[in-house]
């Protein structure tokens, strides 16, 4: 046998036939249910918040809220502070122990 | 055709997918459902294992879809998707214990249609549907699906080298088993 005979046998036999409607709409009806989660990848996740897009898009909206106020509560404690020790509020007293201090202590006076 | 037309590109439509729009998945499920499912039934010669392997692939389109990178075109990539799920399911049939395997199945679409088919080409089927799993993979993209070699080396990730061997090989497998049957028409 040749291989154009071959060939065209080949592309005769195995030509594209699309398969019964029944068997597509089958398949349809087992995808038709609750869809599974999607899988993220953590190294895209920045790109969420580098994205500049002014639609509205409320994760990211959410995202930068988050960030926002972590930021704040960071701004507030500090890094370097225990939350739970003795220095958290000094003294304790609310509002009138935060004392605006115009000439801090550096070591070196005139 | 639909592939190429902006908003509704299959890449586009694979962008939303990506951001949970569930409609946008339904669509290209229905856009492409048929055609692969069609691949994977003449992969496998098997209706049951086809639709599962279908299935499988579509849901596959959803779960990864975040994490898709248009690198490729997205047929391309899905029909990559399905032939891998294919050789997957191939390769673990081979482990089957035949007792448990039950009765074997015909591996052509149906009786109706093996009826209606040329003898040889029903001969031919059935020589297909015996020859190593990637040797028919690479005869069924190349023949059915008129990819190039190119196309069925990025599909099957290798070389278009090792695809001309897969369908020399193939080729002379086909000629081995139908040779004398078919030579004696000539």
């Known amino acids: 046998m040749t291989d154009d005979r071959l060939d065209k046998l080949l592309r005769k036999t195995l030509q594209r036939q699309e398969p019964a409607s029944a068997d597509v709409d089958r398949v349809l009806k087992r995808l038709a249910g609750p869809l599974p989660r999607q899988t993220f990848a953590l190294w895209r996740l920045p790109n969420v918040l580098l994205d500049w897009q002014f639609a509205p898009a409320w994760p990211r909206v959410a995202a930068l809220a988050c960030c926002a106020a972590l930021g704040f509560f960071i701004g507030l404690a500090g890094v370097d502070r225990q939350l739970s020790g003795p220095n958290y509020v000094a003294g304790g007293g609310g509002l009138g122990t935060i004392v605006f201090e115009p000439d801090p202590l550096t070591g070196g006076r005139p | ?186």
């Open chain 2, 1 to 186: 055709m639909h592939d190429s037309d902006g908003a509704h590109s299959d890449e586009a439509l694979m962008a939303r997918v990506a951001r949970g729009d569930e409609p946008a998945y339904r669509l290209l499920v229905r856009r492409h459902l048929p055609a692969m499912l069609g691949l994977a039934r003449r992969i496998l010669g098997n209706a049951a294992d086809a639709e599962d392997v279908a299935q499988e692939a579509m849901l596959r389109v959803w779960t990864h879809a975040p994490r898709w990178q248009p690198l490729a075109a997205f047929r391309t990539w899905l029909t990559r998707v399905v032939v891998n799920l294919c050789l997957d399911r191939k390769r673990r049939a081979a482990w089957v214990n035949l007792d448990a395997a039950g009765e074997l199945v015909d591996p052509a679409p149906s009786a109706g249609e093996a009826a209606e088919r040329d003898e040889r080409e029903r001969l031919l089927s059935a020589a297909i549907a015996e020859l190593p799993a990637r040797q028919r993979t690479a005869v069924v993209l190349t023949y059915s699906e008129g990819m190039s070699n190119a196309q069925v080396a990025e599909i099957l990730e290798t070389t278009v080298s090792a695809v001309e061997t897969l369908l020399i090989r193939g080729k002379q497998n086909l000629r081995a088993r139908l040779g004398s049957v078919i030579d004696k028409d000539e």
